[in-house]
């Protein structure tokens, strides 16, 4: 079974910094497009910064020049590194990825979700 596993949310003042990490687990054979996206209370998912499988990159304005996301193939993992962190950045933060892998010995080809990490930015 394929699973995307988010980590390293939490509570930070703001100024701060945090790195998430989005760990696909399960029987990987190549990840295209990466994504984080993230939600506010009661506002809608917005797209946060997106990821190419050969490292291409683009950001929201809001985060633009403090969010980076990058990515470890070889670990079939992808990193948001979140500076300068603002209060407005308060959010649950959910990874995506385009993925191929072996589900059921059938290789299959889809979009999958994380469950969500929360960012909490406050003094």
């Known amino acids: 079974q394929v699973q995307l596993v988010e980590s390293g949310g939490g509570l930070v003042q703001p100024g701060g910094s945090l790195r998430l990490s989005c760990a696909a687990s399960?029987?990987?054979?190549?990840?295209?497009?990466m994504a984080w996206y993230r939600q506010a209370p009661g506002k809608q998912r917005e797209l946060v910064a997106a990821?190419?499988?050969?490292?291409?990159?683009n950001y929201a304005d809001s985060v633009k020049g403090r969010f980076t996301f990058s990515r470890d193939n070889a670990e079939n993992t992808g990193y948001l590194q979140m500076n300068r962190l603002k209060p407005e950045d308060t959010a649950v933060y959910y990874c995506?990825?385009?993925?191929?892998?072996?589900?059921?010995?059938?290789?299959?080809?889809?979009?999958?979700w994380g469950q969500g990490t929360q960012v909490t930015v406050s003094s």
């Open positions: 995506a990825a385009e993925l191929l892998a072996v589900v059921n010995e059938v290789r299959r080809r889809g979009h999958y």
């Open positions: 990821i190419t499988g050969e490292g291409m990159t």
């Open positions: 399960g029987t990987i054979l190549s990840i295209y497009d």
